[in-house]
T-cell receptor, first 115, second 113 residues
Framework: DAGVTQSPTHLIKTRGQQVTLRCSPK?????VSWYQQALGQGPQFIFQ???????QRGNFPDRFSGHQFPNYSSELNVNALLLGDSALYLC??????????????FGNGTRLTVT | GENVEQHPSTLSVQEGDSAVIKCTYS??????FPWYKQELGKGPQLIID?????GEKKDQRIAVTLNKTAKHFSLHITETQPEDSAVYFC????????????FGTGTRLLVSP
């Protein structure tokens, strides 16, 4: 049973460029969340997708956008990259429709470096 | 919004000792508190969680306690082993069905043989 998979594992981009990160959720999961983890910090919530719609968003600018596909996989897009966007980007999946929060399962992340 | 504080930032123990990590949350409406372990180069892995209707939960060498009145929750690891060395994160969230975890800043645990 594959867990959450993310690609690519590492990425180097230049300021001003755009980047797309990809995520496949754990089998049986239909909800995908994205987090940004700066070096030495805890993950910070970017947004969450369910039924192909963004249903909750954290304090991130509109440069950060996403998409969820019918197979539940997801993409995170970041436009006009800044040096401060350098971080580990984590995808987490969960199962909706439960009375209580379904535990989040994280992938190993994509390390983005902006130069 | 929710804010989670975590202490200590680093913790060094000898193998076999116990380790305790403490967190405080700000939003009294939060009712789900997971703990994650993150090893170098990997994503966070859920190790234990607790809901607000429970005061304590145990899973082998790991236990979590919750004090809703004080808005404190703690992770207890007994009989520590070198493979317990990692960064541990606490988190809190509302049970809204739209889970949005707010994480603490992490505790680096080092277990020396």
């Amino acid at each position: 049973d594959a867990g959450v998979t993310q690609s690519p594992t590492h990425l180097i981009k230049t300021r001003g460029q755009q980047v797309t990160l990809r995520c496949s959720p754990k089998s049986g999961h239909d909800t995908v969340s994205w987090y940004q983890q700066a070096l030495g910090q805890g993950p910070q919530f970017i947004f969450q997708y369910y039924e192909e719609e963004e249903r909750q968003r954290g304090n991130f600018p509109d440069r950060f956008s996403g998409h969820q596909f019918p197979n539940y996989s997801s993409e995170l897009n970041v436009n006009a990259l800044l040096l401060g966007d350098s971080a580990l980007y984590l995808c987490a999946s969960s199962q909706s429709g439960q009375a209580y929060n379904s535990p989040l399962h994280f992938g190993n992340g994509t390390r983005l470096t902006v130069t | 919004g929710e804010n989670v504080e975590q202490h200590p930032s680093t913790l060094s123990v000898q193998e076999g000792d116990s380790a305790v990590i403490k967190c405080t949350y700000s939003d009294s409406a939060s009712n789900y508190f997971p703990w994650y372990k993150q090893e170098l180069g990997k994503g966070p892995q859920l190790i234990i969680d607790i809901r607000s209707n429970v005061g304590e939960k145990k899973d082998q060498r790991i236990a979590v306690t919750l004090n809703k009145t004080a808005k404190h929750f703690s992770l207890h690891i007994t009989e520590t082993q070198p493979e317990d060395s990692a960064v541990y994160f606490c988190a809190a969230t509302l049970n809204t069905g739209f889970q949005k975890l707010v994480f603490g800043t992490g505790t680096r645990l080092l277990v020396s043989p």
